[in-house]
């Protein structure tokens, strides 16, 4: 497709859809011509949010939360049909000359074409690349958790749950002088790529008590009760989990009150308290683009697959027999 197809000229792009929870397809539709002030960009990556994604497609979304779970550009609304998705590393090809084949950051839907206001793109460093830039969601999330957990040089560190954000926690917790991270899972295989990030790892047997500070980022109820136990007096325990509609059984007997500690939400959606003044979200997405210049951070991408293979892709994330993946990205065609 050329660099600015006719910007006047309406296209065709493919969207996958969640049409009803536990079903997805490819949709076609027809973007209009380039409104003043919007860019068209060509789709280059995605990559599926696991946990999010993985509630949006099985119908998990809380009616409750049905307002704040929207993401930017969604279309449609839960449980289905939705358009859904807020990981999309682009190359603009109509819009302001200033952005002309600029690869670009959008929180938009996995879509072969889209548009979107010019505002709405960020530009993703040259010396990042595309494929990599995908990770800019998932690490923006971890800086967010940085700024909320408020760290120190020196702290001990227990990360529980090494996924993709886990794991990008634990990177950046591991750049603070003097610190010593540990990585908890139940997969031995995680132990590998924790290495390469800095930090070391432990089975939930194993693993050292009395952090200074523990981020629990498994989504499961048994590590949220591996991160209360690692805890030291009174640390705080900040939890990155999202759970959707499941209630969760959280122990707060045993040594809870006694260790004075402290269990702390951490969400995305709002800049971290310590920050808010001074920081904007964009601000701190091009931070987390400028970030992504490390080439260890490419073992955080373990899967790929063709967009045409979305649908069964989502198909086999969500469901009960999940494939061994960290960040699964979905590469778009030429």
């Known amino acids: 497709m050329p660099l600015n197809p006719a910007p006047s000229s309406p296209v065709e792009a493919q969207a996958c859809w969640v049409v009803s929870p536990g079903v997805a397809e490819l949709r076609t539709e027809t973007l209009p011509p380039v409104p003043e002030g919007a860019v068209r960009v060509r789709t280059l990556h995605t990559a599926v949010s696991r946990g999010t994604e993985g509630l949006v ?10 307002q704040r779970m929207r993401a930017p550009f969604q279309a449609g609304e839960f449980p289905g049909p939705v358009k859904y998705g807020y990981v999309n590393v682009g190359v603009v090809q109509a819009g302001p000359p200033e952005l002309l084949g600029r690869t670009v950051f959008c929180l938009h839907p996995h879509q072969t074409v889209f548009q979107v206001p010019a505002s709405a793109v960020v530009p993703v460093p040259e010396e990042v ?8 969601a998932n690490l923006e999330t971890a800086i ?29 917790a591991a750049r603070l002088p003097d610190g010593q991270v540990e990585v908890v899972d139940t997969n031995p295989a995680r132990a590998r790529v924790a290495a390469a990030l800095g930090a070391g790892f432990a089975l939930p047997a194993a693993a050292q008590p009395g952090a200074d500070l523990v981020v629990h980022t498994s989504a499961q109820p048994a590590g949220l009760a591996t991160a209360l136990r690692l805890a030291a007096f009174e640390a705080t325990v900040l939890e990155l989990s999202w759970y959707g509609s499941r209630a969760v059984s959280v122990p707060l007997g045993e040594a809870f009150h006694s260790q004075r500690l402290t269990l702390k939400s951490s969400q995305v959606g709002h800049v971290a308290t ?6 904007s979200h964009r601000q701190r997405l091009e931070l987390a683009l400028s970030m ?4 260890v951070l490419d073992q955080l991408i373990t ?10 892709v989502l198909a086999q994330l969500a469901g009960p027999h999940a494939p061994d993946v960290l960040c699964q990205r979905i590469d778009f065609p030429a």
């Open 57 to 66: 497609f099985r119908g998990e979304v809380p009616a409750s939360e049905a």
């Open 292 to 295: 992504l210049t490390d080439p």
């Open 274 to 279: 310590p920050q808010r003044g001074r920081w």
């Open 129 to 136: 690349p595309a494929a990599r830039a995908v990770l800019a």
């Open 303 to 312: 899967h790929t697959a063709p967009f045409a293979e979305l649908p069964q």
């Open 144 to 172: 967010n958790a940085m700024w909320d957990a408020r760290p120190s040089p020196g702290h001990r560190f227990a990360v529980v749950g090494g996924g993709t954000l886990g794991l990008l926690v634990a990177w950046l």
